[in-house]
């Protein structure tokens, strides 16, 4: 492509995605709601910004030269089915996105990768353990719930709704950050952080039940020997994705996990593009920093991925 | 200003402010206890060290090529009124501080910028739920109570003291800093912090009345989404500042804010000067990172403001 | 030295101080088990891996060209007895090490270096108040508990197995790490971290007993007022140390403290050499980009420190 251009969708991780076009030399486009237009025109890192009043207009634009960056609220406001049968080019894979949005599916790759998921419980019913109750569809944590046994389910469940009960582990959470590079053919552990949740963060709380509600991200790292395992997680994923779905996966993807006491880890979820956590590693993660030897954020990772594939010609490759 | 010197009191956030004038190439000027003098001396940060038995020697000092920044320690040690009346060319505005330390004015502010502010009470008998009492006058949190009811205010509170009772929000604290820009015109988001606060944030504790004393500050980002309402907020606060004290407020301030389950935002305290939270901030944090494309901390921002309005002759509009 | 290598152990903070010797343009070797190697490879930060069955074999090897750095799983990984006998060119003081791994030494060495220790009782019957259990030899908070009173600890203690009784601290833990440079002649403050345990972390728990094992760090500053008791502890330690081992302790080391509700701060424990937590401030923290004016990391300080000294010839004096 000879006018290529990165774009994305004023939430999420925008800043964090224009700002590493920026870095490597790539124009870029925002698309944004008319309330938000002035917010990111002070920030100076999209070219250009294409103001809408429904971000499905997105799929009746001429996105033809624009590369799309897929984040958290682009899944959460173009509806996944239209997406993937649009013209729209994403970097990194659809088909990833679409199993990530479906419950059984992930629960496939996330066997088939051979990760240590929680266990799952098809019915209330069985539950012999504290859990985790996750309402379908329910956005940043928003909705969730923990009970620790079967009356607690029954008390608290909207039973009209649909949700998964996982298994809920007593432990550290930490979510790692990796991007699936072809070009280099390896996959990259970019960085760590924590979640920052109201009202569970709460210095004081009065209640029993917390809500687990992300309003934002902090920064860590992990021992280094535990680095080792969630590498090869990381490539055992890549490796499942890959077969399951029969094309490529470029770009980042997230491994959700919690370290219980005897420092057994388990992944309870993936992300399968860039995670909000990743604008605590900007400019760069103690991780990205060592492995680039410069400043490094995913915004500017992917940008960087996307313009030497296009110097080499193979974009195409990691586009879907 | 020819001969042009950053200056500030060795506390609080002096290293940030001094190396911020280092690195904008200003010659700075450090005020300081002799006990405090060999540690500054060691950090090779300040041109200048000037020994004081006490900070009220300020007053008799020859200043007057000295932009003094203020910082929170600046305003415990100098009494304000008599700050307010000095020749001491104070960066930002001397009445912002005024108000800030007065807790009516201060209230008054914030509701004229329309900021989201948690209930206050006048008495402690209509306190109908629980409240966080703050004695006049004490730093760094230290003193700080949260009662859950009217029972524990009677059983807790040192009722020959002043203090105000406010609502207990419960919800995640997140404090976000901006830098007004005159010479820009605009209100530059720069970073969040959290507080990291002894004996509250203690691993374990085996007692039911925690402190709430400062001991440090943890970094943090925020959902993107979350920010838009900041940059009003903070907009909202900087028209308002202006219209009530008749003048400009350059430099840094932060809102203190919470937010409670519903990601209702509630603003609890303003703070009209830098804030030690923004020594997290140091080379930069993610978003003074992407707004400039380089590194930049409070104190190099502050700097390089000042440094720009010497240029352009526009100092005197920036101090007070 | 002519052909000057580092070298370290592939563990713990392997990462920050490969990376480190690569920024100062020293050539750098890891001794790495064969199951971690295509791990380190990744990173492309050691010029040369060796594999080993057992680290054992570290003694036999030649590494007269060597200076090896010492972190965490060194210690654990050769036995200290070895390591002192052994030609093994450690930077930094081997007796520090040995002094450090035995638990009435280390107490000897705290006590003559008047830090403030929490107090230790000789024999679980003399308790009186909270205490924290720790067995000899326990690895990253692994085993430690707390017990509220005797009562606690008859029911939970091994009795067959040796522990130390120390005072539990009610507070906030902070961890500060320092550089002690002999060519500079100065005790560098360097950079603040808080441990991330499981699952004392969590954010739920259902049980009454959590554990302390570390899985990850975070960044933390502190109030710029309490950095001066800590500088002059650290002080107080390098001089106590040389007196007590009759040799220079150049190199990293960190003061493991917690500090109360009247803002007490406590030294529990000592690491006379890099801790993991460092890993959080590349590629600075606050406090070391302030202090250098550039990115500066523990792995990178300490090969600076390594290159200059061989420059002037003085590289002996650092190494034992």
């Known amino acids: 492509m000879k006018n290529l251009k990165i774009g994305t969708i004023a939430s999420h991780s925008a800043l964090n995605i224009l700002s590493?076009?920026?870095?490597?030399?790539?124009?870029?486009?925002?698309y944004c709601k008319a309330d938000r237009e002035s917010f990111y025109r002070q920030w100076n890192v999209a070219d250009e910004i294409i103001t809408l009043d429904s971000y499905a207009e997105l799929f009746d634009l001429?996105?033809?030269?624009?590369?799309?960056?897929?984040?958290?609220?682009?899944?959460?406001?173009?509806?996944?089915?239209?997406?993937?049968?649009?013209d729209i080019k994403l970097f990194g894979s659809k088909k990833l996105l679409e199993w990530e949005s479906d419950r059984k599916l992930k629960d496939q790759l996330m066997k088939t990768a051979k990760l240590p998921v929680p266990k799952e419980f098809d019915s209330w019913e069985d539950v012999d353990r504290p859990v985790?109750?996750?309402?379908?569809?329910?956005?940043?944590?928003?909705?969730?719930?923990?009970?620790?046994?079967?009356?607690e389910i029954k008390q608290k469940a909207d039973f009209s709704r649909k949700f998964s009960?996982?298994?809920?582990?007593?432990?550290?959470?930490?979510?790692?950050?990796?991007?699936?590079?072809?070009?280099?053919?390896?996959?990259?552990?970019?960085?760590?952080?924590?979640?920052?949740?109201?009202?569970?963060?709460a210095k004081l709380r009065f209640t029993a039940d917390p809500t687990f509600t992300i309003v934002g991200n902090i920064p860590v790292v992990l021992r280094e020997s535990l680095l080792i395992p969630y590498q090869k997680m990381a490539?055992?994923?890549?490796?499942?994705?890959?077969?399951?779905?029969?094309?490529r996966i470029p770009?980042?993807?997230?491994?959700?996990?919690?370290?219980?006491?005897?420092?057994?880890?388990?992944?309870?979820?993936?992300?399968?593009?860039?995670v909000a956590g990743t604008n605590v590693m900007i400019p760069s993660s103690p991780y990205s920093y060592i492995f680039h030897g410069e400043h490094m954020w995913m915004g500017r990772r992917i940008a960087r991925e996307i313009k030497q594939a296009n110097e080499r010609g193979l974009l195409e490759e990691l586009i879907s």
């Open 251 to 274: 770009g980042p993807f997230c491994l959700e996990s919690i370290i219980d006491r005897n420092l057994n880890i388990y992944v309870f979820e993936f992300s399968g593009r860039i």
């Open 62 to 86: 001429d996105t033809s030269e624009v590369i799309m960056i897929p984040h958290g609220s682009f899944v959460a406001y173009l509806p996944i089915d239209r997406l993937v049968k649009s």
């Open 132 to 151: 985790i109750i996750k309402y379908y569809g329910a956005e940043g944590g928003k909705g969730y719930f923990v009970a620790q046994n079967r009356d």
């Open 235 to 247: 490539e055992n994923f890549v490796a499942a994705a890959e077969s399951l779905l029969n094309e």
């Open 20 to 30: 590493g076009a920026k870095a490597e030399g790539i124009t870029s486009v925002l």
């Open 165 to 201: 009960i996982q298994e809920y582990i007593v432990g550290t959470k930490v979510y790692v950050t990796f991007f699936q590079s072809y070009l280099y053919e390896r996959t990259e552990l970019f960085g760590a952080d924590i979640r920052y949740e109201t009202d569970i963060d």
